[in-house]
């Protein structure tokens, strides 16, 4: 059964602090994709990234950097610097990758609230 | 760039009514899901739909739940006899014809229950 374990449940730093939320997935499929999601309070789910299980290697994208590791099955994700607007609950998410699968449901993880005070 | 759209942005029903949320997904996409969000909770998956008949469904899509895609362009989501505890965000989403396109969410809809 596939599961994705957030045990941060909430985060407090201050402004400019870096701040890493970590995400540990369990799956039986040999292919799959792993994601972030931001929910700012707002309550929309926001895209940040999609992994390949093939693709190990690490992204940045401006101060957002993500860290995976096929060996401890860990999929995560830093915000260097943190600004006030990154406060938001944030989603590590799984999903099977098979080619003509026509379900490819995604599996959440319980999330992390991340709070950066000014 | 296209969206998933849905609509309304939130239902407020009497508990025992029947509820129908809607969603239009992005126009070339054929896979349609819905998930649900209980209030401080993390979302889940409810249904996935394609060639006009349900892929998957999870536990709690019971016989409560039912989609539909009535024209070709909304996805649909009926509650009969709402309950309390299906006070949620639903939130829509579709994808391409293969798997390794990524889902697209729409903003969700917030339904409470009064």
């Known amino acids: 059964a596939q599961k994705v374990t957030q045990a941060q449940t909430e985060i407090s730093v201050v402004e400019k602090e870096d701040v890493t939320l970590d995400c540990v997935y369990e799956?039986?499929?040999?292919?799959?994709?792993l994601f972030w999601y931001k929910q700012p309070p707002s309550g929309e789910l926001v895209f940040l990234i999609r992994?390949?299980?093939?693709?190990?290697q690490n992204e940045i994208s401006g101060r957002y950097s993500w860290n995976f590791q096929k060996s401890t099955s860990s999929f995560n994700f830093t915000i260097t610097a943190s600004q006030v607007v990154d406060s938001a609950v944030y989603f590590c998410a799984l999903s099977e990758a098979l080619l003509y699968s026509s379900a490819s449901k995604i599996i959440f993880g319980s999330g992390t609230r991340l709070s950066i005070r000014p | 760039e296209p969206e998933v759209t849905q609509t309304p942005s939130h239902q407020v029903t009497q508990m025992g009514q029947e509820v129908i949320l809607r969603c239009v997904p992005i126009?070339?996409?054929?896979?349609f899901y819905w998930y649900r969000q209980i209030l401080g909770q993390k979302v889940e998956f409810l249904v996935s739909f394609y060639n006009n008949e349900i892929s998957e469904k999870s536990e709690i899509f019971d016989d409560q739940f039912s989609v539909e895609r009535p024209d070709g362009s909304n996805f649909t989501l009926k509650i009969r006899s709402t309950k309390l505890e299906d006070s949620a965000m639903y939130f829509c989403?579709?994808?391409?014809?293969?798997?390794?396109?990524?889902?697209?969410f729409g903003d969700g809809t917030r339904l409470s229950i009064l």
């Open positions: 989403a579709s994808r391409e014809d293969t798997s390794n396109q990524p889902q697209h």
């Open positions: 992994r390949n299980s093939f693709d190990e």
């Open positions: 799956t039986r499929d040999t292919t799959y994709y």
């Open positions: 126009s070339n996409h054929l896979y």
